[in-house]
């Protein structure tokens, strides 16, 4: 049986926008300040998805005070900024991004973003890639220091109430391990996970996984067409 699906919200980071490079690099650059680094697997399971105050903790295996959170957290980020700025030919939607989001808005489909990135970040994307066409600032779910890092549920359901669309139906597309697990702790019954290395494969553990893709024009729009098919009916 298929859900009905009401609303999209989107993880951002590796899923609208294929930084995940990106992000990758910026923290390795920052780890390497302090002598320290990230392997391959803890890039994958301890940083994507997660809060920076939980990537630090994890990082320095100590405790930290709020100001160094902070002051940690500001250096990274302007790093990875700095990475964006320098690289603008890469700063692109992922395939069929685009296509996707402006069928939603010309079906009326409720969307907005949960994100762990800082909202420095989130105001960087809404100048780059003009994402008030889309979606309204206020809706945005980022990393505020409030919310725990995937997988727990706590952004997608900020999300959804965010939207007034209740979790069950809301169809969540997101690109991380963590991510379509904290989808499916949400409660959310349609997940979408987007690949967007060379490991597609790695999201096929899940069972609550619906679709697996690699462009946003492979998605089965069935769900959203018989929801909207139902409301003109």
């Not at 996707?100 to 780059?128: C, H, P, Q």
Request: glycine fraction near 4%; include cysteine; charged fraction near 25%.
């Amino acid at each position: 049986m298929i859900p009905n699906i009401s609303a999209v919200i989107f993880d951002f980071n590796g899923t609208l926008f294929n930084d995940t490079d990106f992000h990758n690099r910026a923290w390795q650059d920052f780890a390497k300040r302090y002598h320290k680094t990230f392997s391959f697997r803890e890039l994958e399971y301890q940083v994507h998805g997660s809060t920076n105050q939980e990537i630090l903790k994890y990082l320095f295996q100590s405790e930290l005070s709020p100001s160094e959170i902070v002051s940690f957290s500001e250096e990274k980020e302007k790093i990875y900024r700095n990475i964006c700025y320098k690289y603008p030919e890469q700063c692109v939607f992922a395939p069929g991004a685009e296509e996707y989001l402006n069928r939603l808005k010309r079906w009326g489909i409720a969307r907005t973003i949960a994100t762990a990135s800082y909202l420095k970040n989130v105001e960087m994307y809404f100048d780059m890639f003009a994402l008030d066409r889309w979606f309204e600032k206020d809706n945005i779910i980022y990393d505020s220091g409030v919310f725990r890092g995937k997988p727990n549920p706590d952004m997608f359901l900020a999300a959804a109430e965010k939207i007034n669309v209740p979790i069950h139906e809301c169809l969540i597309i997101e690109d991380s391990i963590g991510g379509v697990q904290a989808a499916f702790n949400a409660g959310s019954k349609q997940i979408i996970a987007f690949s967007n290395d060379d490991h597609p494969g790695k999201f096929s553990q899940f069972d609550f996984v619906d679709q697996i893709v690699t462009d946003f024009r492979q998605i089965d729009m069935f769900s959203l067409i018989k929801r909207i098919q139902s409301q003109v009916n």
